[in-house]
């Protein structure tokens, strides 16, 4: 099973900018679909962005135009870049590999958009 460490969280003003990183262990990272997941307050987890082994990407309609999931299979890391970041983006973000039925969860970063 893959372990993942996500970093890159921390405190940052409205319209600012964050990138995140995930790190994967293993040799197979290229096989696996990536994605981030976000948690805020008193809600649900839900899917911010994703990435298949062969690049394609899709991403959550409140974040188009602002965040891009990439990865960089020789370091087996996948990556969000955050932009023009809003309050309402506050939350743990978490990565999330698959590879056939068999998921893995980081363990979260927090993410604060605040002035």
């Known amino acids: 099973q893959v372990q993942l460490v996500e970093s890159g969280g921390g405190l940052v003003q409205p319209g600012g900018s964050l990138r995140l990183s995930c790190a994967a262990s293993?040799?197979?990272?290229?096989?696996?679909?990536m994605a981030w997941h976000r948690q805020a307050p008193g809600k649900q987890r839900e899917l911010v962005a994703a990435?298949?082994?062969?690049?394609?990407?899709n991403y959550a309609d409140s974040v188009k135009g602002r965040f891009t999931i990439s990865r960089v299979n020789a370091k087996n890391t996948v990556y969000l870049q955050m932009n023009s970041l809003k309050p309402e983006d506050t939350a743990v973000y978490y990565c999330?590999?698959?590879?056939?039925?068999?998921?893995?969860w980081g363990q979260g970063t927090q993410v604060t958009v605040s002035s």
């Open positions: 293993g040799s197979s990272f290229r096989l696996y679909a």
């Open positions: 990435i298949t082994s062969g690049g394609s990407t």
């Open positions: 999330y590999a698959r590879l056939g039925g068999m998921g893995s």
